[in-house]
């Protein structure tokens, strides 16, 4: 299964800073506004099990792959599950450092996912380290790519409670149009 999500860029309409919590962050009010600008993910699932497929829409089996991603949850089985990034640009890393593999990662593990092989293309047209949250809206894009392919797996609550987990911003980004937040920006 595939599926093309179009992830926005934002723009702070207005940023107030508030005090710092004890958490290091720093309270804010904002006005959060999508604009027309736009990453492409191409999302590709396929089954690394050598059985037929729990991936709606697909049976049969795919070819395994070596490349495993690391785990610290131990109901987890990593050596199952593959994370392939790619992309058009060479400012971006193609890693497990990259918001979109977290997104991924994190996905699987809260959906207790096993033997799929994610593949993700990023198409970036955002430009990097801009303040336009262009990584943010990629793993926006991801956790609800994702949740779509696998015939929404994971509730709104739970794809929202793995966006608060990533950064500030994932939750306006999951959401999209003009939004009012606060707290550290992930509340709505």
């Not at 940023?15 to 962050?25: A, P, S, T």
């Not at 999508?34 to 497929?53: G, H, P, Q």
């Not at 990533?166 to 606060?182: A, H, P, R």
Request: hydrophobic share 35%; glycine share 8%; proline share 3%.
């Amino acid at each position: 299964m595939q599926i093309r999500v179009q992830t926005p860029a934002k723009i702070n309409l207005v940023l107030e800073i508030l005090k710092k919590r004890e958490d290091g962050f720093h309270e804010i009010q904002s006005i959060m506004q999508a604009v027309s600008l736009y990453d492409y993910l191409d999302i590709r699932v396929e089954n690394t099990k050598k059985s037929l497929s729990t991936l709606p829409g697909q049976t049969g089996v795919a070819e395994t792959s070596n490349n495993i991603i690391p785990n610290e949850n131990e109901n987890y089985n990593p050596i199952q599950n593959i994370i392939e990034l790619s992309g058009n640009s060479d400012q971006i890393p193609y890693d497990k450092t990259n918001l979109v593999y977290k997104a991924a990662d994190l996905f699987l593990k809260k959906a207790n996912l096993t033997g799929f092989k994610i593949k993700i293309h990023i198409e970036k047209n955002i430009p990097v380290a801009a303040g336009l949250a262009g990584g943010s809206s990629n793993a926006a894009g991801t956790l609800w790519g994702l949740n779509r392919i696998f015939e929404n797996i994971l509730s709104s609550s739970q794809i929202h409670e793995l966006a608060s987990q990533m950064g500030s911003d994932l939750n306006f980004c999951l959401e999209g149009g003009t939004q009012v937040t606060t707290s550290r920006g992930e509340i709505l």
